[in-house]
């Protein structure tokens, strides 16, 4: 045999396969970062409990955005140009500030600690799936930064003289204050620093611990800390009164509420020196170990390398054909952003701190954290049952043995404590849903007398619905408080309580289920014939008055309604849609009316409640077409290539995943049902990667470019009459094809 013909033929497909698998190369970390989308463009791999962002977000005036200035909930925002160092564990797209602390800065020259007068302007700041990178332009220093699960690296390239490299624990996005930190040796701290107070709850606090290294022995090393201002003769004794002091001398341990440590090398130019970080919510000792278990050693382009390989074998699980390039990164981005919460918890060793308690407990799977169910319940969580149900099964499991260590489900939780953000019974839906499509192994019954205790408890004793008083004895919330959200309350109790009475129907549970489903149908009280909408009710059982639909729009306060209008909430029943046809007086109507929230700008695409709207259109025969015409119109207005490419806050990858559904032509509107609705896919060829490896491709054939209506639909062959598929056909097929006209 000829070998050389055959080997260059193996390398040029081995080439193409490698070209064409280069997903990473379509993610742009970049897109959400103004506009308020939250997102940042630091590496972190897929759900995990390390990210590293870079923090921009305050010591200049410069700076278009300033946490100190204003409510900021983002590390990193493409408007601004002062950078102060690496935040270590973030949060992506969220609306309240917490984390983004153990802040990482380089500096050259004389040390300041003072990070109004060490930040410093950069350039050539670039970010891909697991890397990311700039220039300092007051130092000409480069930092390059990546991620393993639970630790990070750092390689910083200093000009020629003095090298600084610092840890500041007084600053971050968190609202805790208060740290502390132990030298180990000259290359190495360790420490722990306090936060929370998410969304201003004030016991949802938690330490995060860390170890940090450096790969060479620094000429000095130090600590510095703010000093209390002090008053009178005690001023005129101290001169660091209210100033940062240095601890040149000293190497126990620290504590204060602006704490930092500092290391300094004379170094050569081009000298590089590298930093690794290793985190956990349980210990110092832990937070060591994940990181001698995760970095061997120094090794940046090692964990860069394997940051990038994890991506592109997650995102593989959706392969796309057809569409612009700037389509396929908004695809691709959006999948990277629905991939990065929830976070694993656990440490490497399994350990994780349980549920609202001091317990230390032990996992031998995932323990999962960061779960913003009011928003996610909505869409995330059905993705990851269709592309990665181990994970899901997972989360589903940290939600049941969250209630068995703290009593309740989950609402929003973070780093296992509960911040009480926004509304309803969320966990309800997530798990119902999972169950539902074949994840069942859990403890069902656990899950069960979780859902059951929230949904009949009483108000006094009910920590997931106060409320449940007026909800239980008169079907619906009652608005006893000028602005207490008590339309948004009830309105996710009913999707909550639809999802509970299929499950007890599903356990043989039939009299729960009907009380459920009975409750979750009492939606109608709220319905005005006068306006058309839900309108507050008062606990007489009368409308509020005077009433104004549209008064909440962009934030404003609104007596019945959580940041957002009744026009936002009012069709926000997708476990009953043909209810909801009759209440409106028919099919026509119902039409005209949904038609109407897009029409005259009522429609908001950053929040959550009416994100589902434009699917509704394909609950009535012949409307179809407004569903395929709205999701290509708001993709293409509101999902771009750009920093701006997110409509809003991307809420934990909320928005981010509506992206990714309707682009590949279905969603999940209902989340008390196991269904889609399907949709025009923006893509000529998707093909998605199921469980058990089965793949399920997606065909769309248009005889035009202009073509953009579905007009018919075969699955494996036979044409399907239908534009909803259930889950359970829907990952039994093996090849949907859909015909545009």
């Not at 780093?415 to 009480?420: A, D, F, G, L, V």
Request: charge should be negative.
């Amino acid at each position: 045999m000829n070998f050389k013909p055959f080997l260059i033929a193996s390398l040029l497909i081995l080439t193409q396969l490698t070209s064409a698998q280069n997903l990473t190369d379509f993610v742009n970390p970049f897109i959400g970062t103004t506009n308020y989308g939250t997102t940042n463009p630091g590496p972190v791999l897929p759900n995990g409990m390390m990210s590293v962002a870079p923090f921009n977000v305050m010591g200049s005036d410069k700076n278009k955005f300033d946490k100190d200035a204003q409510w900021w909930s983002t590390p990193y925002s493409y408007d601004n140009k002062f950078f102060t160092g690496f935040s270590h564990v973030n949060l992506s797209g969220v609306g309240c500030p917490d984390l983004g602390s153990l802040l990482l800065m380089p500096t050259s020259g004389e040390l300041n600690v003072n990070y109004k007068e060490y930040g410093s302007p950069y350039t050539n700041d670039k970010a891909s799936p697991g890397y990311y990178t700039n220039r300092l332009t007051k130092y000409n220093i480069k930092t390059e930064v990546s991620a393993t699960t639970r630790t990070s690296i750092a390689r910083f390239t200093f000009p020629e003289g003095q090298a600084n490299i610092l840890l500041n624990l007084g600053e971050g996005l968190t609202n805790e204050s208060g740290a502390w930190m132990r030298r180990i040796s000259d290359t190495e701290v360790e420490g722990m620093k306090l936060l929370g107070t998410f969304c201003y709850n004030p016991q949802a606090v938690f330490p995060i611990y860390f170890v940090m290294r450096v790969n060479k022995q620094p000429k000095t090393t130090g600590y510095w800390k703010m000093q209390r201002e002090m008053q009178g003769v005690e001023a005129d004794w101290d001169i660091h009164s209210g100033k940062y002091k240095l601890y040149t001398k000293y190497n126990k341990d620290i504590a204060g509420d602006d704490i930092g440590a500092y290391f300094t090398y004379e170094a050569d130019e081009g000298e590089t020196v590298e930093v690794q970080i290793g985190v956990s919510f349980v210990s110092t000792a832990n937070a060591r170990e994940n990181l001698n278990v995760e970095q061997k050693g120094f090794n940046f382009d090692k964990v860069r390398a394997d940051a990038r390989r994890t991506w592109e074998k997650e995102l593989a699980y959706a392969t796309v054909d057809g569409g612009t390039r700037d389509q396929k990164t908004v695809f691709y981005t959006a999948f990277y952003h629905a991939l990065i919460h929830p976070n694993i918890l656990n440490d490497v060793n399994g350990q994780y701190p349980a549920m609202e308690s001091d317990k230390i407990l032990t996992t031998n799977s995932n323990r999962y954290t960061v779960f913003s169910l009011w928003d996610t319940y909505r869409n995330v969580h059905q993705l990851m049952t269709l592309l990665y149900p181990e994970k899901q099964l997972d989360m589903v499991r940290s939600m049941v043995d969250m209630y068995k260590e703290s009593g309740w489900l989950p609402k929003w939780e973070l780093y296992s404590r509960e911040t009480m953000t926004m509304e309803g019974d969320p966990a309800i839906p997530v798990i119902v849903d999972s169950w539902m499509k074949g994840l069942r192994d859990f403890d069902v019954d656990a899950a069960y007398e979780a859902m059951y205790k929230s949904a009949t408890t009483a108000g006094k004793d009910n920590f997931l619905r106060p409320d449940n008083d007026d909800y239980l004895n008169l079907g619906y919330v009652a608005l006893r408080g000028k602005y207490d959200n008590s339309v948004s309350h009830a309105l996710e109790y009913y999707i909550a309580d639809n999802a509970l009475s299929k499950f007890a129907a599903a356990l043989g549970k039939k009299q729960d289920a009907e009380r459920f489903r009975k409750q979750s149908l009492n939606y109608t009280k709220y319905y005005s014939p006068e306006y058309g909408v839900f309108r507050p009710l008062l606990p007489d059982g009368t409308f509020l008055s005077p009433f104004n639909p549209k008064q909440g729009e962009n934030f404003e306060y609104v007596p019945g309604f959580h940041e957002g209008s009744s026009w936002n909430y009012s069709f926000m029943v997708p476990h009953d849609v043909p209810g909801l046809i009759k209440m409106h007086g028919g099919k026509r109507k119902f039409v005209n009316k949904l038609q109407e929230v897009f029409d005259d700008g009522h429609y908001d695409p950053t929040n959550e409640p009416n994100i589902g709207y434009p699917y509704l259109f394909s609950y009535v025969k012949g409307e179809e077409w407004r569903t395929q015409k709205l999701t290509q119109e708001l993709l293409a207005k509101h999902f771009k290539n750009s920093p701006d490419g997110l409509p809003g806050n991307d809420d934990t990858g909320t928005m981010s995943t509506w992206a990714v559904f309707a682009m590949v032509g279905f969603y999940p509107d209902d989340a008390t049902s196991p269904s889609y609705t399907f949709t025009t896919p923006v893509f000529d060829k998707i093909s998605l990667q199921l469980s058990n490896n089965k793949q399920l491709e997606i065909q769309v054939i248009r005889p035009n470019s202009n073509a953009q209506f579905i007009d018919k639909i075969e699955i494996d062959g036979k044409r399907y009459n239908n534009f909803r598929i259930s889950h359970a056909d829907l990952v039994k097929a093996s090849k949907i094809v859909f015909y545009l006209k």
